[in-house]
């Protein structure tokens, strides 16, 4: 049988190659989407917290080993529209320091060799694409906007309102988080969202969730007769030429069968982890440490972020329901007495009885619980993790190893104290506990949720794995577009500069193309 060649092969649906696929459709070439999972099911279970998190229903059953060789089971998701069918939709710009070097109280955070002007025309497509809602003017750390945001801020229900008022009474400047979401509130009908509290977490029933799935896959294979979606296709390896110049052949295990496709342009969008293993897994002669691996850079320098969640239990009762619309940034860069960067705060979907349960002492009635549920006001901390070379992805035997000890646990360990603080100066934390939510206990290594840098880009072939066009440096047609190509990891959440420069390849592609 002959290999369907295609002009253009993309492997991953999430926010990069999602995207991705979005920008290059109306190009009229003939593009293959390949996704290893299939379209996330539509069910009453999408907005069970037992089954979200306590069985982790929408998780993959892979295992993944630390560096001890102990188990890993990632809190990671193989479906059309990859993690973003889960996310909180938090869609934050970085800030024009993220972009230059950077010392942290824990190391330094590198200068990219693209600056935030490179990609502010970028946010502002993005920020259309997958209708963010926000307000500039209130974040003192944002950067320049060139537009406002496309959509009004989303209103903070009575009592996070409260606490927005109280935070600026203390002098601190809370924001409005900039989100990606279907709502409309001037006239509810005209939105899918129905400001629910299984949102930040959950995968949403209504479809109201502006995610990779929604937004940019659908429309296109809907739309775009030259685009074509297999699901249920896991990429196993890519095969080059004997030159090893060029990926001559994509071998896919496709609903159970292996299949060789070809393209003069493939994209590897699988998550900066997967996307790492499927490079180290595709090792051939000319290429023997891992394909585009001659900087011995690929799967190195992997970050996640220090990320925790903790609950202010106070007296007063919290009755929101849509609780995630707000964000604080007054200690990113620091504060008088620690000229360090700190990072990142915002409200988390409100916790339940059963989300409090999996931190709480098993012999804790479900009364308690749920009266501490009722009472609760829930934050997400994000502190910037480093990168480091020791850090790493590595595959052995189709065995996935995490090697990576954490860093910058100062920065993340002050500004959990200071927020735990500052939400007792204002009555929401008369008690202050740990929330496991997306991950168990403390955010251990298997949330990987905010992964990123494993393929950093750089001008430099012999310190990195990308050119600046997220080309590799070692093979013509290969591209990586998604979190790997990070040089850093900044503090807030990256996907929006993943779908920013997914947005800026699709251009230079579109180039390549024509």
Known sequence: MSTPHYDVIIIGTGA???????????????????????????????????????????????????????????????????????????????????????????????EWPLKYRDFEPYYTEAEKLYDVHGKSGQDPTEPYRSEEYPHPAIAHEPRIAEIHDALQAKGYHPFHLPLAIKLNEANRRLGACIRCNTCDGFPCLVNGKADSDINCIRPTVDTSTNVTLFTEAEVLRLHTSVSG?????????????????????????????????????????????????????VGRNFMKHQNGAIVGVARKLNPTLFQKTMGFNDFYWGEPGFDYPMG?????????????????????????????????????????????PKNRVTVQNSTITLDYTDNNIAAFDRLLYRWTEVLQSIDCGDHILPCSLYFR????????????????????PTTSVLDLNCRTHDVDNLYV???????????VNPTLTIIANALRVGDHLLDRLK
């Open 16 to 110: 990069g190659g999602g995207t991705l696929a979005h920008r290059l459709a109306p190009s009229g070439k003939k593009i293959l989407v390949l996704e290893r999972g299939t379209f996330l099911p539509r069910e009453k279970e999408n907005w069970d917290t037992v089954q979200v998190f306590q069985k982790d229903r929408y998780h993959t059953s892979d295992v993944w080993y630390d560096r001890d060789g102990e188990p890993i089971h990632p809190g990671t998701g193989y479906w059309v529209g990859g993690n973003t069918k889960v996310y909180g939709g938090a869609l934050f710009r970085w800030r024009e320091r993220d972009f230059e070097q950077v010392i942290h109280t824990g190391g330094i955070s590198p």
């Open 245 to 297: 110049r060029e990926v001559t052949h994509v071998e896919a295990r496709v609903a159970g069968h292996r299949t060789l496709f070809s393209a003069d342009i493939v994209v590897v969008s699988c998550g900066a982890i997967n996307s790492a293993v499927l490079l180290l897994k595709s090792a051939n002669d000319q290429h023997p440490y891992g394909l585009a691996n001659s900087s011995d850079q």
């Open 344 to 388: 990142h705060v915002q409200l988390l979907g409100k916790v339940n009885k059963d989300l409090v349960a999996l931190d709480a002492p098993k012999f804790a009635p479900g009364m308690a619980l749920d009266e501490v549920a009722k009472r609760s006001v829930d934050w997400w901390l994000t502190a910037e993790d480093l990168p480091d």
């Open 441 to 460: 206990k403390r955010v251990p290594l298997q949330g990987v949720a905010h992964q990123c840098g494993t393929c950093r880009f750089g001008e430099d």
């Open 481 to 491: 577009v998604d979190g790997s190509f990070f040089r850093s990891s900044a503090a």
